[in-house]
């Protein structure tokens, strides 16, 4: 989607870093008096637009047959 590629390794890897982000928060969160003021990672999917994922104007289909040969030339 939008030239991005995901697996079923790229779902499971992100899904290892937020929960050890969590887990990593709970823990701390434990051993601290004072409140802490975090937000939890979220790695970005594919198809999802965060705010720091552009759409590239670049990345897109070209049918236009002068422009194809102008590219190859």
Do not use: C, Y
Not at 43 to 63: A, C, N
């Amino acid at each position: 989607m939008d030239g991005e590629q995901w697996t079923t390794l790229h779902e499971l890897l992100a899904l290892n870093a937020e929960v050890t982000d969590r887990w990593g928060h709970f823990n701390a969160q434990l051993k601290s008096t004072k409140r802490l003021k975090s937000e939890p990672l979220r790695v970005t999917r594919p198809g999802e637009l965060g705010q720091q994922h552009k759409p590239d104007r670049s990345d897109r289909v070209v049918t236009d047959p002068t422009e194809i040969a102008a590219w190859f030339s």
